[in-house]
């Protein structure tokens, strides 16, 4: 199974790394070459080199050139692990089997950015880490897995990270 990986920030980073240790068939990468944007960015470029994994920097995941290099790929799957972005139709049909993301909340709860901070602000005691496929809105689709998870009272957005 051919994946085409999207992501920039410490999880991505750990499941690519997870990915390559399996040995996966990981056949290409999306992600940033920097982000002020996310607080936990991660550059996978070194990861990507040392395995030779073509990478690619992207400032639009939706872009014709992305979408292009992409469909060069002919990924049968797409993971998309860590990314801040809406995805567009165009790019959520290209792999035969979808795209699945992640996102470390309660879905259909909680949806959009700063989840963990959310749950914090909201006084939850407890969220999910969730797999889902993606579709065209933040953070909808089918739900793949959810795993549930206690928020202690001394817990912060890092230590529940």
């Given at each position: 199974?051919?994946?085409?990986?999207?992501?920039?920030?410490?999880?991505?980073?750990?499941?690519?790394?997870?990915?390559?240790?399996?040995?996966?068939?990981?056949?290409?990468?999306?992600?940033?070459?920097?982000?002020?944007?996310?607080?936990?960015?991660?550059?996978?470029?070194?990861?990507?080199?040392?395995?030779?994994?073509?990478?690619?920097?992207?400032?639009?995941?939706?872009?014709?050139?992305?979408?292009?290099?992409?469909?060069?790929?002919?990924?049968?799957?797409?993971?998309?692990?860590?990314?801040?972005?809406?995805?567009?139709k165009e790019l959520l049909n290209i792999?035969?089997?979808?795209?699945?993301?992640?996102?470390?909340?309660?879905?259909?709860?909680?949806?959009?950015?700063h989840p963990l901070?959310?749950?914090?602000?909201?006084?939850?005691?407890?969220?999910?880490?969730?797999?889902?496929?993606?579709?065209?809105?933040?953070?909808?689709?089918?739900?793949?897995?959810?795993?549930?998870?206690?928020?202690?009272?001394?817990?912060?957005?890092?230590?529940?990270?």
């Amino acid at each position: 199974m051919k994946i085409l990986f999207i992501g920039t920030v410490e999880f991505s980073f750990r499941t690519l790394e997870k990915l390559i240790n399996i040995k996966a068939d990981v056949v290409g990468v999306c992600t940033k070459k920097i982000s002020n944007f996310n607080s936990d960015f991660k550059d996978l470029t070194p990861i990507c080199k040392l395995n030779n994994i073509p990478c690619l920097h992207v400032k639009d995941i939706n872009s014709v050139e992305t979408i292009n290099w992409i469909k060069y790929l002919e990924p049968d799957i797409i993971f998309c692990f860590g990314w801040s972005y809406l995805i567009k139709k165009e790019l959520l049909n290209i792999a035969p089997m979808g795209v699945v993301g992640y996102h470390p909340a309660a879905l259909p709860q909680n949806r959009g950015r700063h989840p963990l901070i959310w749950a914090l602000a909201l006084g939850l005691k407890e969220s999910a880490s969730t797999f889902f496929f993606i579709e065209e809105g933040a953070d909808d689709g089918d739900i793949l897995s959810q795993a549930d998870f206690e928020i202690l009272y001394d817990d912060n957005a890092a230590s529940i990270y």
